[in-house]
């Protein structure tokens, strides 16, 4: 295959906590993408663009996944003041083909103006952008992790089919933002921080102490994500 179409987007930010599925040890990486499935057929060379792409990736996801998460509190905020029936609502969000934010509906039935009136709030505050930025991330994961041979190892999570066309329908975002872990960087709403630090100060004990009980049965991003595709997505490498 030839990646030239599918850029890794590189990133700085290391991740707070690998995933089982996606190592950060670059040897492992290299073991995991070895020509062991076609030895012979592709030089080093040949492999070294797909290691790097999906190296870059790996981390892409952690580091798409906590911005998206920074931002999403601004979510939370937004319809806590112009939609709080929103917030007890059972809905989600995702990105089609062309980029555009998706409203899911789950066991709840919204009105054309809530789904518009989400999919504002959820652009309003940058968050269409970073879940495209996360698509772009993990597709580019599984192209390569698969090498020039589009193979996956057996078990790996490589072997999931995962594309433009399909990802609005296996990556869901508010599934995401609500059951992974955060970090410092990332602030409470008012209502959470009374939740769960019993005050809605923003002095720094405050918020580290609604940070640590926020956590709690929590998972990091990478985790998540591997859930989702492994729960939603098809197998075909």
């Not at 931002?71 to 003041?81: A, E, H, I, P, S």
Request: no cysteine; hydrophobic share 35%.
């Amino acid at each position: 295959m030839d990646i030239s179409s599918n850029p890794a987007i590189a990133s700085s930010v290391q991740p707070s906590e690998p995933s089982k599925f996606l190592k950060t040890d670059p040897e492992t990486l290299e073991s995991l993408v070895k020509v062991n499935r076609g030895e012979g057929r592709y030089t080093q060379a040949e492999w070294a663009p797909y290691s790097k792409l999906a190296g870059e990736a790996q981390i892409g996801m952690t580091s798409a996944s906590e911005k998206m998460r920074e931002l999403y509190t601004g979510v939370q905020n937004d319809l806590l003041k112009k939609a709080p029936d929103l917030m007890e609502k059972d809905w989600d969000f995702s990105v089609d083909s062309k980029g555009e934010l998706v409203i899911i509906e789950e066991r709840d039935k919204l009105s054309d103006i809530e789904k518009m009136t989400l999919k504002d709030i959820l652009e309003d505050n940058g968050v269409g952008d970073a879940m495209n930025k996360l698509a772009d991330h993990i597709i580019n994961w599984g192209v390569g992790m698969r090498g020039p041979e589009e193979i996956a190892d057996f078990g790996g999570l490589e072997r999931y089919d995962i594309n433009k066309e399909n990802f609005k329908d296996i990556i869901f975002g508010r599934e995401l933002m609500l059951n992974m872990k955060i970090d410092s960087h990332t602030k409470l709403t008012d209502k959470q921080m009374v939740e769960h630090a019993g005050t809605a100060s923003r002095s720094r004990l405050a918020q580290w102490n609604a940070i640590g009980s926020y956590n709690e049965g929590k998972q990091p991003a990478a985790n998540l994500i591997s859930s989702q595709i492994m729960m939603r997505a098809v197998e075909k490498y």
